[in-house]
């Protein structure tokens, strides 16, 4: 069965921390893997990942994905209050109608 | 962002009445999505569109069924709703190209059944 699975599943740090949140994912014919932030309302989306060992980037955040050992990263640097937030994953397969298979979540609190 | 919005924002309702749930997107999105979000249980999907008429179960599909006429609009009813039924629901779309596996959500809808 496919499954994407989330480490830590709650997470509290201090301003100015730098944290990494871990994606780890079995299923059948991967073609992407991606991460969303949400806040008190809908998820929204932060990066897909589609090959191995390049860095994706935007301001403090940056993800990476390892094909070979089926696991992401989501680094995020300097962290704010308004990094608050659940961030998840999810992977994407071939075939399977654009259908996403999701982790849990991250819980990422940061306190001032 | 996909122009997605969802009606209605909340509601209440009791047990044995039926619910629809409505999602409207104006981005001529061809995929659309319904998913429920419980705590522990993370994003479900229940049921999904690849089209006009065209749709499917998805995981958590008992007790709901889905309409789409039209490509901007995706119905989803509860047909007699339980108090499991509970829960946040999320519109989301995906089109087709370079960004065929990025869902854009809707706002939500938070149902209770009492």
């Known amino acids: 069965e496919d499954k994407v699975v989330q480490s830590p599943l709650s997470l509290v740090v201090h301003e100015g921390d730098t944290v990494t949140l871990n994606c780890s994912y079995e299923v059948t014919n991967f073609r992407s893997l991606l991460w969303y932030k949400q806040e008190k309302k809908a998820p929204t989306f932060l990066f897909m990942l589609t090959s191995s060992g390049i860095e994706k980037k935007s301001g403090r955040l940056s993800s990476i994905l390892d094909k070979k050992e089926l696991f992401s990263i989501l680094n995020i640097t300097a962290t704010q209050t308004g990094d608050s937030a659940i961030y998840l994953c999810?992977?994407?397969?071939?075939?399977?109608?654009?259908?996403?298979?999701w982790g849990l979540g991250t819980s990422l609190a940061v306190n001032p | 962002d996909a122009g997605i919005t969802q009606s209605p924002r909340h509601k209440v309702t009791e047990t044995g009445t039926p619910v629809t749930l409505r999602c409207h997107q104006t981005?001529?999105?061809?995929?659309m999505y319904w998913y429920r979000q419980d705590p522990g249980h993370g994003l479900r999907l229940i049921h999904y569109s690849y089209g006009v008429k065209d749709t499917d179960k998805g995981e958590v599909s008992d007790g709901y069924s889905v309409s789409r006429s039209k490509t901007e609009d995706f119905l989803l009813t509860l047909e007699s709703a339980t108090s499991s039924q509970t829960s946040v629901y999320f519109c989301a779309t995906s089109t087709t190209g370079v960004s065929l596996y990025e869902q854009y959500f809707g706002p939500g809808t938070r149902l209770t059944v009492t």
């Open positions: 999810a992977s994407a397969n071939a075939g399977n109608n654009r259908k996403l298979i």
């Open positions: 981005e001529n999105h061809r995929y």
